[in-house]
Each structure stands twice: as structure tokens, then as C-alpha cells.
């Protein structure tokens, strides 16, 4: 069995983004996660947002699969993906929603 999450976030810059996947795969291969499916998308029909006057605007779906939710846990903690995230995802994602998590046969 493996975890997986299904994120969904809006990308502000692109150029950066693809910077941030570039230098987190390394780090996310080390904890034996990958990516299932990648999705630009340009229309959210539906959106449950925190508040009524809040929105969730999302233009990137995708999922993320690892061996273990104790090994997803270990990569978003992992201090080298930290300062990644700090550099590039920070500067180019407005907004990430988890959209489900779940063990997957």
C-alpha cells in the first residue's frame, strides 16, 4: 500500500514554478515519491472555499505518491526541501489546497 495526495494550487509564475519542480525531484525521489499525474487546468467549477468571501483559485492539479505517509511527512520536513520551497514555491504559488489524501492499494 502507498499514500498519496491530490494538491491542487495556484501557480503565479510558471517559469519559477518549473525551477521549484526542477530542484525538489532529487529530494523527493531520496524519500521514494513521485508524481502520478500533472494537470494545468483553466476552469474550477466548484470550489469549497474556507470562508463565503473567500475563493480558491487553482490552474494546477496533481497527484503525489509515496511508500508511506510516514516518508510524505519526512520530505516536507526535510530541511534541503525547505529552503527549495523557500526560494522558488513561496515566489511562484499564490495559493496550495489539499484537496485528499488517502492509502492507495
Excluded: W
Excluded at 495556484?10 to 499525474?37: N, W
Excluded at 483553466?42 to 509515496?66: E, G, K, M, Y
Aim: a negative charge; proline letters at 3%; hydrophobic letters at 40%.
Amino acid at each position: 500500500m502507498s499514500y498519496e495526495i491530490l494538491v491542487g494550487l495556484h501557480v503565479l509564475d510558471d517559469y519559477t514554478y518549473e525551477k521549484y519542480r526542477i530542484a525538489m525531484k532529487p529530494i523527493l525521489s531520496d524519500y521514494q515519491g513521485y508524481f502520478c499525474y500533472d494537470f494545468k487546468v483553466s476552469d474550477v467549477l466548484i470550489s469549497q472555499a474556507l470562508t463565503p468571501d473567500s475563493h480558491c483559485d487553482i490552474n494546477r492539479v496533481f497527484t503525489l505518491n509515496f511508500i508511506s505517509k510516514e516518508k510524505m511527512d519526512n520530505f516536507f520536513s526535510d530541511p534541503q526541501y525547505l529552503l527549495v520551497k523557500e526560494e522558488f514555491f513561496v515566489k511562484s504559488v499564490g495559493s496550495a489546497t489539499i484537496l485528499a489524501s488517502y492509502e492507495k492499494k
